[in-house]
Nanobody, 124 residues
Framework: QVQLVESGGGSVQAGGSLRLSCAAS?????MGWFRQSPGKEREGVAA????????AYIDSVKRRFTISRDNAKKTVYLQMNDLKPEDTAMYYC????????????????????WGQGTQVTVSS
């Protein structure tokens, strides 16, 4: 059974940086990050294929966030720079036992493997 454990969340001021980590157990391929803030729907933030050859981001985080992974450690990372108050949310790791296909984030939305979440709070 796949388990995902996130870490690295916290509170920062606008313009600051955080690095989220998600350690996985079990066989996982496509991985990514989602977030949800109170009163809003969950949204996919970034995703990465098993080989790291393919990545995807939502427009609002492009050029600020970078997703990466270390397959030897079965860990995916989300480096978040130039954080904004609107980035405040609970961030969740998601994974699929199949590799990413054409729409990485869409694929992970239906994943059955999710972490417990880590809170990111950005103050202005």
């Amino acid at each position: 059974q796949v388990q995902l454990v996130e870490s690295g969340g916290g509170s920062v001021q606008a313009g600051g940086s955080l690095r989220l980590s998600c350690a996985a157990s079990g066989d996982i391929q496509c991985m990514g990050w989602f977030r949800q803030s109170p009163g809003k729907e969950r949204e996919g933030v970034a995703a990465i294929s098993a080989s790291s050859r393919t990545t995807a981001y939502i427009d609002s985080v492009k050029r600020r966030f970078t997703i990466s992974r270390d397959n030897a450690k079965k860990t995916v990372y989300l480096q978040m720079n130039d954080l904004k108050p609107e980035d405040t949310a609970m961030y969740y790791c998601a994974a699929d036992s199949s590799d990413c296909v054409s729409d990485l984030i869409l694929q992970l939305e239906s994943s059955k493997f999710w972490g417990q979440g880590t809170q990111v709070t950005v103050s202005s």
